[in-house]
């Protein structure tokens, strides 16, 4: 029997058109038709399924980036061999790359992305 795990909320303003899962399921990058470029972080919290024994790690949205392209992003993917670096696509024609990192700020520890490469036609 198929159950949803978990409503992400508070990411995007419209349309989403993407999803990708990072290759160690600690992060889930989302885009959309608001350009918007969401994401979500596997944190400690769990969320128990109160029909099952079934326990899932809760994502949390870790940082976004308002206007990741011109248009609409249309597609994300990480890369299989590194859960820091995904690539974006855009109806703009541009694929950017990204990098996430982390930092300590204050004893909390915060995600960020850079874009750190673009290739447009």
């Known amino acids: 029997e198929s159950r949803c ?4 909320k508070g990411g995007h303003r419209s349309t989403v058109t993407a999803m990708s899962f990072s290759p160690d399921t600690r992060f889930l990058v989302s885009s959309g038709k608001d350009r918007r470029l969401c994401v979500w972080e596997r944190k400690q919290a ?10 899932w790690g809760a994502f949390e949205l870790s940082c976004a980036v308002d ?3 011109k248009r609409i992003v249309w597609g994300t993917h990480f890369c299989p061999f590194d859960s820091t670096v995904f ?3 855009s109806r703009d024609g541009s694929v950017k790359i990204w990098k996430l990192s982390e930092r300590v700020d204050e004893e909390e520890t915060k995600t960020s992305l850079e874009e750190t490469q673009m290739f447009v036609p």
Request: hydrophobic fraction near 40%; include cysteine; charged fraction near 15%.
């Open 5 to 8: 795990a978990q409503v992400l």
């Open 46 to 55: 769990t969320l128990s399924d109160e029909e099952s024994s079934i326990t």
């Open 87 to 89: 690539a974006t696509c």
């Open 67 to 69: 206007v990741a392209h």
